[in-house]
């Protein structure tokens, strides 16, 4: 098993442009989530999804979009980068359970450098 | 909303020094306690958890953490540190009644050989 897989592992982008992250697991895990790591703030929360074809908003969404077309897949999209945007994103997934109840295990991350 | 922290931003110690990571937080409910460890270019796993029974919980490679429901405290050690425990250190409380998982701001660990 791959577990939780993130693509791309890096990527630069100007203000003002757009990209997705893609965010794949194979462990068929119910919820999955994306937060973003940043110095002396831990990891916060952005978007999550309970299941297939829904999504909910975390502690910091604006910004961003999300989409959960199929199970195995969370994508996280920005439509207009900002420098305030340069961060690690981290894709994570747990099975059955809902967010803070158990484990949840992590992609490898996504370094974003937006100038 | 709830919070979470971590109070050693970077600790630095010795190989075979002792090791306590606090970690406080503040809600009233009832609910779940994590340590996650991040080793140098690898992502998060999880090192050890609590949801109920006994308050001292063992996890991997030696640590163990003791939740102190009083103190809102859920403090991460290990009695012996190796030069492989470098890494950052991040508490997480789970309110799984509001769907909520918050993470602490990470403490970074370096131990010296």
């Known amino acids: 098993n791959a577990g939780v897989t993130q693509t791309p592992k890096f990527r630069v982008l100007k203000t003002g442009q757009s990209m997705t992250l893609l965010c794949a697991q194979d462990m068929n895990h119910e919820y999955m989530y994306w937060y973003r790591q940043d110095p002396g703030m831990g990891l916060r929360l952005i978007h999550y999804?309970?299941?297939?074809?829904?999504?909910a908003k975390g502690e910091v969404p604006d910004g961003y979009n999300v989409s959960r077309l199929k199970k195995q897949n969370f994508l996280l999209g920005l439509e207009s980068a900002a420098p305030s945007q340069t961060s690690v994103y981290f894709c994570?997934?747990?099975?059955?359970?809902?967010?803070?109840?158990?484990?949840?295990?992590f992609g490898p991350g996504t370094r974003l450098t937006v100038l | 909303a709830q919070s979470v922290s971590q109070h050693n931003h970077h600790v630095i110690l010795s190989e075979a020094a002792s090791l306590e990571l606090g970690c406080n937080y503040s809600?009233?409910?009832?609910?779940?306690l994590f340590w996650y460890v991040q080793y140098p270019g690898q992502h998060l796993q999880l090192l050890l958890k609590y949801f109920s029974g006994d308050p001292l919980v063992k996890g991997i490679k030696g640590f163990e953490a003791e939740f102190i429901k009083s103190k809102f405290s859920f403090n991460l050690r290990k009695p012996s540190v190796q030069w492989s425990d470098t890494a950052e250190y991040f508490c997480a409380v789970g309110d799984y009644n509001n769907n909520d998982m918050r993470f602490g701001a990470g403490t970074r660990l370096t131990v010296k050989p």
């Open positions: 809600y009233g409910g009832t609910v779940n």
């Open positions: 994570a997934s747990s099975y059955p359970y809902q967010p803070g109840y158990d484990e949840q295990f």
């Open positions: 999804s309970v299941g297939e074809g829904t999504t």
